[in-house]
Nanobody, 121 residues
């Protein structure tokens, strides 16, 4: 499956952004989807994940209550709504697809190209 992430940008602290990840190539609703992020000099870290049908969602403690992951299987798209953004949320955000819900990057078979999110203080 091919993944195309979009929606990143520059926003002030306290602001919001909505990331999108459009999938093509294979049956989207067979895959569990996740968002990861990587800041300069840091390892890629888990942000959020969602089950194949959207019923179950999972979040890193650092974003719980501020970010919301969702998916629209009719549009082959997964979203990450990010509210109350903080400077420490600055990173390249990646969407990923896998056959299991996992917080571990190696468990995901397909990756998008990443979209930059920059939060100014």
């Amino acid at each position: 499956v091919q993944l195309q992430a979009s929606g990143g940008g520059l926003v002030q602290a306290g602001g919001s952004l909505r990331l999108s990840c459009a999938a093509s190539g294979r049956t989207f609703n067979n895959y569990r989807m996740a968002w990861f992020r990587q800041a300069p000099g840091k390892e890629r870290e888990f942000v959020a994940a969602i089950s194949y049908n959207g019923v179950s969602t999972y979040y890193a403690d650092s974003v719980k209550g501020r970010f919301t992951i969702s998916r629209d299987n009719a549009k082959n798209t997964v979203y990450l709504q990010m509210n109350s953004l903080k400077p420490e949320d600055t990173a390249v955000y990646y969407c990923a697809a896998g056959t299991v819900v996992s917080r571990n990057p190696p468990s995901h078979d397909y990756w998008g190209q990443g979209t930059q999110v920059t939060v100014s203080s």
